[in-house]
């Protein structure tokens, strides 16, 4: 069965910045979309940014300007730069991709922190 194998995540001052990967362990057909989400601790797993298939993407209010997504020529591998990170940037980060026949996976998740 095919998994998502994220990388990237770990400590850094606010201000820094990280680069998470989000590459599949096997081949997947009918990407329609590809995404990263994340959670914090007591709240909801949230959407942070989207990219679907023809490129377009999507950016949660909280983060635009701040962070890019994108993908690689493949398309099988999701980026999220992550710049200018703030405190409450703080989470456990998680990739998503959905398919064209509405198979769907999960990342394991990547701890991200920022402090001081």
């Known amino acids: 069965q095919v998994q998502l194998v994220e990388s990237g995540g770990g400590l850094v001052q606010p201000g820094g910045s990280l680069r998470l990967s989000c590459a599949p362990s096997g081949r997947i057909f009918g990407i329609s979309t590809m995404a990263w989400y994340r959670q914090a601790p007591g709240k909801q797993r949230e959407l942070v940014a989207t990219?679907?298939?023809?490129?377009?993407?999507n950016y949660a209010e909280s983060v635009k300007g701040r962070f890019t997504i994108s993908n690689d020529g493949a398309k099988n591998t999701v980026y999220l730069q992550m710049n200018s990170l703030k405190p409450e940037d703080t989470a456990v980060y998680y990739c998503y991709v959905a398919t064209i026949i509405s198979r769907n996976y999960w990342g394991q998740g990547t701890q991200v922190t920022v402090s001081s």
């Open positions: 990219i679907t298939s023809g490129g377009s993407t």
